[in-house]
């Protein structure tokens, strides 16, 4: 009964290539986020959705560009991959009412 | 912007009490968060205290806040070898929930 899900758990790509996340909630959940960890374990928040709709957009280039087709789902595509994007990439979710987000386990990407 | 600093690395002995401490600069921050992630896991919300409150027990969790000196700390009693993790402190000033995370301590608890 997983609570928030991501595939692919690794990912190893080249540079430049474009390559996509998939996070799923099945908490009934009406707010999505997308968060980086880097290699010194400082995670930053990079987006938020919330029914859908974009709420938080951090500083971050707009090669990164998320994509949620309904409440459980929050995808992140990201185009022309860099050395520096190799990090863990946290999904999380939370209810707008309740101040508490869910984490999943994380997608670590690795660009060569 | 908002900050919220942590000191990197704490060592105890287990049976001891950890104490991590947090200090933010947001002074609406409403909420804040306790964080643990464990080698190659995802996070993991351990407590909350809303910004009204200075103090709150969860077994052997203890979270005090002074929120005049923008400082949080977590105690953890006896602490464990299960225990040894990374812990984030977060807060968040609502809207939308921005939560904005620390830069972590890394707990190591010597047997």
């Known amino acids: 009964d997983t609570a928030v899900s991501q595939t692919p758990k690794y990912l190893v790509t080249q540079m430049g290539n474009d390559k996509s996340i998939k996070c799923e909630q099945n908490?009934?959940?009406?707010?999505m986020y997308w968060y980086k960890q880097d290699s010194k374990k400082f995670l930053k928040i990079m987006f938020s959705?919330?029914?859908?709709?974009?709420?938080i957009n951090e500083t971050v280039p707009n090669r990164f560009s998320p994509k949620s087709p309904d409440k459980a789902h929050l995808n992140l595509h990201i185009n022309s991959l860099e050395l520096g994007d190799s990090a863990v990439y946290f999904c999380?979710?939370?209810?707008?009412?309740?101040?508490?987000?869910?984490f999943g386990p994380g997608t670590r990407l690795l660009v060569l | 912007g908002e900050d919220v600093e942590q000191s990197l690395f704490l060592s105890v002995r287990e049976g001891d009490s950890s104490v991590i401490n947090c200090t933010y600069t947001?002074?609406?921050?409403?909420?804040l968060y306790w964080y643990k992630q464990e080698p190659g896991a995802g996070l993991q919300l351990l407590t909350y205290i809303f910004s009204n409150m200075d103090m709150k027990q969860d077994q052997r969790l203890t979270v005090l806040l002074n929120k005049k000196d923008k400082h949080l700390s977590l105690r953890i009693a006896d602490t464990q070898t299960g225990d040894s993790a990374i812990y984030f402190c977060a807060e968040s000033a609502g809207g939308y929930q921005k939560v904005t995370f620390g830069t972590g301590t890394k707990l190591q608890v010597i047997p």
């Open positions: 947001d002074s609406s921050s409403t909420y």
């Open positions: 908490l009934g959940h009406d707010t």
């Open positions: 959705y919330n029914n859908k709709e974009l709420i």
């Open positions: 999380a979710s939370s209810q707008a009412s309740v101040e508490t987000q869910y």
